[in-house]
């Protein structure tokens, strides 16, 4: 594509920044595409997978500060438990945390091999998704910011597109889907209601108008030639 494609090394969180430094403060269309490269998961060193043996690391930018091996570590149990609560749903929470605090009293857990076995001795492998799953999506979006993030870029996205201009966002688990489809339902409704107001009142807040209400979905035949695809949502705005 040569000179039409300008690849920047920044968060999504920053694009008024970047399409600004970039000369192009408004923009026809904006992709968010909220899944792992499949080049950070298939590399043992990046740390994201428990398929791989490797240093339980994580960051999407490896120049980042903390590590998942950091919060394991050394993070409060009540604040791990939070996040294997909050951004893994992990129902089994508080027996994972009492599981890696008796690990990490005899040693440091630095491996994502490390880390998997200490969930799989509380809950056993069956035949369907990987117990430590959960696990590892939730100590990801913590090391990453990944939902203040999220929130932040499509806070920021009306400014950043033209009239008519179309926000498309892909995500791949349940918390980043209901953050796009809150945000995308508080700025498209006409009208907003309070129990206490006599009549609904004209949102002053609506920027976009929906394409669809439901988000579209990967069809049978594209889940068996990309796996990973599964569990994937787009939801469309258009930028009134």
Same mark, same amino acid.
């Given at each position: 594509y040569g000179d039409r494609v300008r690849l920047v090394h920044a968060n999504f969180s920053d694009l008024d920044r970047i399409l600004s430094d970039?000369?192009?403060?408004?923009?026809?269309?904006?992709?968010?595409?909220l899944g792992i490269s499949s080049f950070q998961i298939d590399a043992p060193g990046r740390g994201? @997978?428990?398929?791989?043996?490797?240093?339980?690391?994580?960051r999407m930018n490896p120049e980042g500060a903390e590590t998942a091996a950091d919060l394991v570590n050394y993070a409060e149990p009540a604040e791990l438990a939070r996040i294997f609560r909050e951004y893994g749903?992990?129902?089994?929470?508080?027996r994972i945390v009492q599981a890696v605090l008796h690990a990490r009293e005899n040693?440091?857990?630095t491996t994502t091999a490390e880390l998997a076995a200490i969930v799989e001795s509380v809950i056993p492998?069956?035949?369907?998704?990987?117990?430590?799953?959960?696990?590892?999506?939730?100590?990801?979006?913590?090391?990453?910011?990944?939902?203040?993030?999220?929130?932040?870029?499509?806070?920021?996205?009306a400014g950043c597109l033209n009239s008519g201009g179309v926000l498309a966002v892909i995500s791949f688990h349940s918390l980043e889907d209901r953050i796009v489809k809150r945000f995308m339902r508080e700025h498209s409704e006409k009208t907003i209601d309070r129990p206490e107001w006599p009549n609904p009142k004209p949102n002053p807040n609506?920027?976009?108008?929906?394409?669809?209400?439901?988000?579209?979905?990967p069809e049978e035949d594209?889940? @068996?030639?990309?796996?990973?695809a599964?569990?994937?949502k787009l939801r469309v705005a258009v930028r009134i």
């Open positions: 970039a000369g192009h403060p408004q923009v026809d269309g904006i992709l968010l595409d994201f @997978s428990f398929m791989r043996p490797g240093p339980l690391d994580m749903e992990e129902p089994a929470a508080q040693s440091l857990i492998r069956t035949s369907g998704r990987h117990p430590a799953t959960r696990i590892f999506q939730a100590l990801r979006i913590a090391v990453n910011d990944e939902l203040r993030r999220l929130t932040e870029a499509l806070e920021k996205s609506r920027y976009f108008e929906l394409l669809r209400r439901k988000p579209l979905e594209e889940v @068996s030639d990309n796996p990973r599964r569990s994937a």
